[in-house]
């Protein structure tokens, strides 16, 4: 095994994103959730046309147009969402420096991430599955994701070593949700350079 220590920052936006996409990748089964309370909310919407009589009579009675009532159902959702993820984002960062650098260990026992806030070390069978994202590599332990960007790295082979490493480790049910979204460094080979 090589012993590593990398270094690097990794600014709140990105982090966001990783969460966003690695999220997806992670956890498949979430995107049919979210989009089955859209359509839900949708049907909502809907079933609020056939209460139209009551509405009808306020319109006539105030002279409200009709499409207000979906109209301002839609913005005060898209409101809500807003201000409620602003205010996530908000408390989020107040609890933590996203901005700190991170130092990833790889030791006998495990990944060690530290920051001098605070340090995880994820042993080999708590590594639940590792997600190529297009700026570097992912490690998951249930819904905790940590990232070793690409340039942390001195260049892919040590990357694809890195890669290689730890998927060795990982236990058979991590292996088999890892292997199809690693397969393209698994199968290559070492990059070389000069003649």
């Known amino acids: 095994m090589l012993a590593r220590e990398l270094t690097f920052q990794m600014p709140y ?4 994103k990783i969460a966003r ?5 992670a956890f498949p089964g979430t995107r049919p959730l979210i989009w089955g309370l859209f359509i839900a909310y949708f049907a909502l919407i809907i ?3 056939f209460f139209d009589r009551f509405f009808f009579g306020l319109e006539r009675q105030y002279g409200i147009p009709e499409w207000i009532w979906p109209a301002l159902l839609v913005g005060l959702f898209i409101v809500g969402i807003y201000l409620l993820r602003r205010r996530s984002r908000r408390i989020l960062k107040s609890r933590a420096d996203f901005d700190a650098p991170v130092r990833l260990r790889q030791e006998p026992d495990g990944l060690r991430f530290a920051t001098p806030e605070i340090e995880y070390l994820i042993k080999w069978r708590g590594i639940s599955q590792m997600i190529m994202e297009r700026d570097g590599v992912v490690v998951s332990h249930g819904s905790l994701l940590f990232m070793a960007p690409d340039e942390a790295f001195v260049d892919l082979n040590e990357r694809n070593a890195f890669i290689r490493d730890v998927y060795g480790r990982l236990t058979q049910q991590a292996r088999e949700r890892s292997e199809k979204l690693l397969r393209p460094v698994l199968e290559i080979t070492p990059i070389t350079t000069g003649n």
């Open 13 to 16: 936006e990105r982090l966001r």
């Open 47 to 49: 079933a609020f046309v």
């Open 21 to 25: 996409s690695a999220r997806w990748k």
